[in-house]
């Protein structure tokens, strides 16, 4: 089932999105390493290590608590983007990509729970 997880769409998004994430605070002020940069990676990792981990588990009803989840930590690393363009260390484009971005896999892990629920 790990497999499987590994090849949907949200989870090669989120993957992407966390390797960037790695990168962007990479640039980060040092007094940053551990807060915000630390936050926002631990934040953006959840999320595909959520679906892996719901995906090994027996039941959809337990799949459904670690989708939710990793929706929690989109919504989580969305904030914190907003919070690192206001202190100056990423650019309004580079926020409003990557909010976009995840954004997009909200709504992707909402109708994962939903064909869960079925």
Known sequence: ???QA???DVFKLSHSLTVEI???TGKFPPEEKFGLSSQMRRSTYSIPMNIVE???RLGAKEYRKFIGIARGSASEITYQLLLSKDLGYIT???YASFKERYDRVSKMLTGLIK???R
Request: charged share 35%.
């Open 115 to 117: 064909t869960l629920k």
């Open 6 to 8: 590994q090849d949907m």
């Open 54 to 56: 719901g995906a090994a």
């Open 22 to 24: 790695y990168k962007l």
């Open 92 to 94: 309004g484009d580079d």
């Open 1 to 3: 089932m790990i497999k």
